[in-house]
């Protein structure tokens, strides 16, 4: 079956620090890739995805480069802010189910301090 | 435009008591989906709808809990009796028939957070 692991969090780094939050998959079909971001006391909200192999997603200075030949998906922000707190999520649509169902991972909470 | 509005945010309730959760989708939208986040075990899919049919409901944790779909702009999830190891937040979620959202687009709303003493 589908699954998705993450870095365990929390991920704690002062602001303007390198981020790099790590994602791997295993599928049996052609998957597609996402993140997902919940701030506090809000639902999660798609921040950027990947559908095929080497394609690399981008959104608010955050990167996920789709890597099949390693199965990841690592997001990577190069100065984070504040106001990136944040569970993220990693996630994956399998095509080959008829319900494009949604697979995520268990999150990673981020801490950014001033 | 309104994103996916759930009712009530917080609820506090005795254990045995019947608790009901409400959403409603994005206007157009034709799937919607229940989710369940605790520490635990994360999140959670606990049944999702298309065009109003429940397809999968294999996540949901027993008999005490059911959902519906009555119409494409509102869907409840009862769970009836509840106990304390069902609190948690409740998301509903809802996605776009159009081809042009992707797969796995999905909008989430605020969550429901239900505390059963």
């Known amino acids: 079956g589908n699954s998705v692991t993450q870095m365990e969090g929390p991920v704690t780094l002062s602001e303007e620090a390198f981020l790099t939050i790590n994602c791997t998959y295993t599928?049996?079909?052609?998957?597609?890739l996402f993140w997902y971001v919940q701030y506090p006391g809000e639902g999660l909200q798609l921040l950027l995805k990947?559908?095929?192999?080497?394609d690399k997603g981008s959104n608010k200075g955050f990167e996920a480069t789709y890597r099949k030949e390693t199965t990841s998906f690592h997001l990577e922000k190069g100065s984070v802010q504040v106001s990136d707190s944040a569970v993220y999520f990693c996630?994956?649509?399998?095509?080959?189910?008829?319900?494009?169902?949604?697979?995520f991972g268990g999150g990673t909470r981020l801490m950014v301090k001033p | 435009d309104a994103g996916v509005i759930q009712s009530p945010r917080h609820e506090v309730t005795e254990m045995g008591q019947e608790v009901t959760l409400r959403c409603k989708p994005i206007?157009?939208?034709?799937?919607l989906f229940w989710y369940r986040q605790t520490m635990m075990r994360g999140l959670e899919l606990l049944i999702y709808?298309?065009?109003?049919?429940?397809?999968?409901d294999s996540g949901m944790p027993e008999d005490r809990f059911s959902a519906k779909m009555p119409n494409a702009s509102f869907s409840t999830l009862k769970i009836q009796p509840s106990e304390p190891r069902d609190s948690a937040v409740y998301f509903c979620?809802?996605?776009?028939?159009?081809?042009?959202?992707?797969?796995?687009?999905?909008?989430f709303g605020e969550g429901s957070r239900l505390t059963v003493l």
């Open positions: 979620a809802s996605r776009s028939k159009s081809p042009f959202s992707g797969p796995g687009e999905l909008f």
């Open positions: 990947a559908t095929k192999a080497d």
């Open positions: 206007s157009g939208h034709n799937s």
């Open positions: 599928a049996t079909g052609y998957p597609s």
């Open positions: 996630a994956l649509s399998d095509r080959n189910n008829a319900g494009n169902m949604l697979t």
């Open positions: 709808f298309n065009n109003n049919v429940p397809i999968d």
